[in-house]
């Protein structure tokens, strides 16, 4: 079952701009991750945050969580030709040992 | 340090024939193993995941199974594909519920 589901499906911007995405999901957790994806590759993690964290950043990369509205936000700032990818939200529910489950993904295409 | 490989790259079955994907792990111990499969711009969907040898949680009832016969090798299996099958497989594993997870570079399947 797919626990998250990221918003928008899809994004378009030029290069310079913020790109945000946002991730719901429908149970407690323990933390929640996000990847990216090439196309047709693996995935690769970028940020982890964890239930009792409110804000984590990394390079050009700020999440967010609010685990009051079960949500998370991914900033890209000034992207880049070369974020063009699919990004998706994984959380690991509480309570569910070490399940690992994604959301859709939003697929963002940066423009020269 | 820690690698995973996956195998085969592509792989074209008829319908009806058997399935054995491999996905093995290095550098670390008692990992916990996961395989998705992903539709053409879709997100991941949960397969399988292993919390150690031999123990094997299913988490969506389809046509394949799986297997984890040594502590860092997991094998997804069928006894007889169906065109349903197709997509990208993917392994991952991750080494506890607040670390990231590593994915392999994928499996994909096509079933004609």
């Known amino acids: 079952s797919q626990q998250g589901e990221e918003d928008p499906q899809a994004l378009s911007i030029q290069e310079g701009e913020n790109a945000t995405m946002n991730c719901s999901y429908k149970t407690s957790i323990n933390n929640l991750q996000w990847y990216r994806q090439n196309s047709g590759r693996g995935l690769v993690h970028l940020i982890l945050?964890?239930?009792?964290?409110r804000e984590k950043h990394s390079g050009r990369l700020r999440v967010t969580l609010d685990t009051s509205k079960k949500s998370s936000s991914l900033l890209i700032t000034a992207s880049r030709a070369a974020d063009t990818a699919s990004y998706f939200c994984a959380t690991v529910p509480y309570n569910a040992g070490n399940m690992l489950t994604f959301g859709g993904g939003t697929r963002l295409m940066v423009k020269p | 340090s820690q690698t995973i490989h996956q195998w085969p790259a592509t792989l074209v079955q008829p319908v009806g024939s058997p399935l054995s994907l491999e996905c093995t792990v290095e550098?670390?111990?008692?990992?916990?193993l996961y395989w998705y499969r992903q539709a053409a711009g879709r997100g991941l969907q949960l397969l399988f995941y292993s919390v150690g040898i031999g123990q094997i949680s299913s988490e969506v009832p389809q046509n394949l199974s799986a297997s984890r016969p040594q502590d860092r090798q997991f094998i997804l299996s069928s006894k007889k594909l169906l065109l349903s099958d197709s997509g990208f497989y993917l392994c991952?594993?991750?080494?506890?519920?607040?670390?990231?997870?590593?994915f392999g570079q994928g499996t994909r399947l096509t079933v004609v």
């Open positions: 991952a594993w991750m080494g506890s519920m607040n670390t990231e997870a590593f």
């Open positions: 945050i964890r239930s009792n964290e």
């Open positions: 550098g670390t111990s008692n990992p916990n």
